[in-house]
């Protein structure tokens, strides 16, 4: 399957908002939307008009698909499994996506971005209770166990990203110990718990697909 290899920054400008794609990166000076970088391409001032509706709903999908780090097919097979659940589909997505192990890897703090979570989790170097998972999309469960196996605590991007614990936790729908690298799904988020992403309008992804 095909992946982006480009700038991830410029994702950033074109979204016109932090995707938080690079960590530490994002949340310092350096960041392209903190510097109030423009749009890529030619004269983006020049294509700023106003967008029809399928062009909104285009965006809010974008925006959303990049954030978890997902290719189309793939987003597009979670909306899928979202739609056939019983509920809300916009917020069973959210759900679904929030289940991801390389979602659970970077909100334990294990990971300075999902990126680089995602290849935490590809390395083997993550055991969910107790047995070795290296499938970033592998969907954790209510109470799972998520650590680092023991030959990789010492990993200096592991140790870093958990600096980050002391500052900010963790979401409450989850339990970490960072001393142990061991943390627990507790049970599955709410739309709502969901509150770094509260600007993300999941309806208009469902109308998206729904054309």
């Known amino acids: 399957m095909a992946r982006y290899t480009g700038p991830v920054c410029r994702l950033c400008r074109a979204e016109g908002k932090k995707l938080m794609l690079k960590g530490d990166r994002c949340r310092s000076d350096k960041c392209a939307i903190n510097r109030k970088r423009p749009a890529p391409g030619k004269d983006p001032k020049g294509r700023a008009g106003k967008r029809s509706d399928y062009g909104v709903q285009l965006r809010e999908k974008q925006k959303l698909r990049r954030i978890y780090g997902m ?52 390395h083997g170097h993550v055991r969910v209770n107790g047995r070795r998972v290296n499938v970033p ?20 991007v592991i140790k870093e990203a958990l600096k980050e614990f002391g500052k900010s936790g963790v979401m409450p729908w989850l339990h970490l110990d960072p001393d142990a690298m061991k943390g627990k799904f507790l049970v599955s988020p709410r739309r709502s718990d969901i509150t770094d992403l509260a600007d993300i309008k999941e309806q208009m992804i469902v109308e998206y697909y729904s054309k």
């Open 137 to 156: 999309s592998y969907l954790v469960k209510q109470e799972d166990e998520i650590e680092i196996r023991e030959g990789s605590k010492n990993l200096v």
């Open 71 to 122: 290719q189309e097919r793939q987003f597009n097979l979670f909306f899928q499994r979202a739609l056939r659940m019983a509920g809300i589909t916009g917020e069973n997505l959210f759900v679904l996506l929030e289940r991801r192990l390389d979602n659970v890897v970077y909100r334990l703090r294990f990971a300075a971005s999902r990126s680089q979570a995602r290849q935490i989790v590809l």
